[in-house]
C-alpha cells in the first residue's frame, strides 16, 4: 500500500488518496473501492519543459517508440519500461481542418477540427490505450486479457495479442447490436469470443468477475493504464495546432474513459506548466443512453471536490432498473447506461469547466452524413461529437468564432449497415436492418438510382440525376 517509484497508481478520491505500486494489477482502490490513477513523481522525473521538444521525434521513423503516436510521448505516461512496450505503430492519426462541417454545425469555416481516430491500426482510438495497458500487462508477466466491448475495444485487444503473439484474447461481447465490422476483426484475429445472452453492462459486470476469478488481465478502461495511452490523442491535437490550446474538445461518452483521459491530459500538463489554459470540453451521450447527461444536467451531479453525491448515482440506477430500462441506441458504441468512469468523468468536467448534452439517432446520423459527404467517415457513435458541437452552438453555448474539435473516434467502415441503412431510399428496409427509431432517413440521404438492365434506361437514368 506504500507508494514506490516514480510512476504509481493512486485513489482518484482526495480523501483517500491512497497508492499502490505499478506491478501490481487492480481497478480498484482497497480502502475505498474508488477507481485509480497512474500518478507520478514529476519532480524526479522531470519532463520536457516545453511540448516543442517532442517535435524532436518525429524523424526517427526507424524507432518504434518514435513512429508511435503514443510513445513518442511517453515522457508524459513514464509507468513502464522500453523494453516491455508493445506498439503496433498506433496513434499515427491526423486533424483535419473540415469547411463542409465547420458550415454544418454553424462556425466560421476555419475554426472546425476533426481527430481522425479511425486511421488508427485496429480503426478506433482503442488503440491508444490498449498499447498502454498491454505494455502494463506484459510488464506484470499476464498470458491472457479479457475485455466486455461493444465491439472497439476487442477488435484492438485481439490485434495486440495477435500481432505481439504475447498474450491471448477473450473478449465479451452482448447479443445484441455488435456490427459486423468490429466482430469480424476480433473472429479475424483468432480471439477466444464470448458471447453472452445480455447487452454491454451484463457482459461488463461478469468479465470483472471472470478476470478477478481467472486471474486474466482486465483491459476495460477501469483499467488505469488505458488511459495514459489515450492522454496522447490530446497532445497530438494541440501538436497539430502548433501547440495552441483550441477552445473546445468534443467528445463522444460511453464508458467515460477517452473524457477522463482528456480531463487528466490537460491538468496534467497545466501543473507541468506546459499549457496555459485548459480548453472547455463537451461530452455527447446518446439519447437512449445518456447516464451522463441526466445526471449532470439534469440532477445536478458534480465531482465536488471529490465527494459526489452517490445519493444521486443510487437513486438513478435503482429508477433503470426498477423501469427494465436498457441502453439503446444505433450508436452501438456508446450504448452504455452504467459507464465505469463516471467519476473521474465528473473530475474532467469540473477541470475542463465542461458540458454535456445527449444527441438522437436522428442528429447522430445526419451528423454522420456530414462528416462522410466531407470526406473522412467515421461510425455512428463518432458522429455524436458533431451533432453535439452543432446542438452547443445553436444554444449559443459554443460561439462561432471559437476553435473547436470534434473527436472521430471510429472509422466509418466499422459500421457500414448502419450508412447503407441511412442512405437506403426504403423505410421499411431501414426499419427491417436497423429497428424502427423514428428516423427519417430523407435528411441527407444519397439514395441509390435503380434502374433496369437496358442501355437507353441507364443513360436516361443517369441524365435525370445530373
Ligand atoms: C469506445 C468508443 C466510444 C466511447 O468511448 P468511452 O471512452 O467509452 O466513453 C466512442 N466511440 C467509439 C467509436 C468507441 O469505440
Ligand atoms: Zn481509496
Redesign the pocket.
Known sequence: MTKTGLAFQQCIMPGCGATYDVGEVRTSCDKCGALLDIAYDWDRLAPPDSLKWFESKWSRRNEPLCRSGVWRFRELLPFAPAEKIVTIGEGQTPLHPSVGVAKYIGLEQDKLFLQY??MNPSG???DN?MTAAFSHAHMIGAKRAACAS????SASLALYCCMSKLMQAVIFIGSGKISYGKLSQALDYGALTMQIAGDFDDAMQRVREISQKLGIYLVN?VNPFRLEG?KTIMLRVLESLDWEVPDWIV???????????FGKAFSELKELGLIDRVPRLA?INAAGADTLFELHENRGLRWNGGNPDRKIVDSYHAELDAAGQRADTI?S??E?NR?V?LDK?LRALEQCHGVVREATDQQILDAKSQVGASGLG??P??A?SVAGAKMLREEGVIEPGERVVCIL??HQL?DPTATVAYHTSDQAEFNRVLGSRGVNTAAYANRAVQVENDLDAIVRAIQLNS
Open positions: 481516430e479511425g478506433s482510438f482503442k490505450g461493444t465491439g472497439n475495444t478502461s489515450q467528445v463522444p461518452g460511453g464508458n467515460l474513459g477517452n473524457s477522463s483521459s461530452i450508436a458504441a456508446i452504455i459507464p468512469n468523468c467515421c461510425e457513435a463518432s455524436a473516434t471510429g466499422k
